[in-house]
Nanobody, 124 residues
Framework: QVQLVESGGGLVQAGGSLRLSCAAS????????MGWFRQAPGKEREFVAH????????YYADSVKGRFSISRDNAKNMVYLQMNSLKPEDTAVYYC?????????????????WGQGTQVTVSS
């Protein structure tokens, strides 16, 4: 099993930056692909970015491409989401998720473990 704990959310002005972190428990972190998703009030959970087990492959939603960057440190059991040029529409609860597969997925149903989420609020 993997337990995930997100941190780093907060309130930021439009155009600002935040770095989200996700700490994973367990010795098998490197066997999981990791993803970031977000959910705004009244909306469905949506894909943000994913990264493969070895960090060799990353993929981003069009809405965040060029602004967000996903990375991982398998030695520290950590995954990160660097968010730059934030917009009010980025406001949501952000979740990290683990998938027991080499590569990530855009489909949240294909992830096996989820964190509790961290709130990101971008003011205009």
């Amino acid at each position: 099993q993997v337990q995930l704990v997100e941190s780093g959310g907060g309130l930021v002005q439009a155009g600002g930056s935040l770095r989200l972190s996700c700490a994973a428990s367990g010795r098998t972190f490197s066997t999981y692909a990791m993803g970031w998703f977000r959910q705004a009030p009244g909306k469905e959970r949506e894909f943000v970015a994913h990264i493969s087990r070895t960090a060799g492959t990353t993929y981003y939603a069009d809405s965040v491409k060029g602004r967000f960057s996903i990375s991982r440190d398998n030695a520290k059991n950590m995954v990160y989401l660097q968010m730059n040029s934030l917009k009010p529409e980025d406001t949501a609860v952000y979740y990290c998720a683990a998938r027991s597969w080499y590569s990530g997925s855009l489909n949240p149903n294909e992830y096996h473990y989820w964190g509790q989420g961290t709130q990101v609020t971008v003011s205009s």
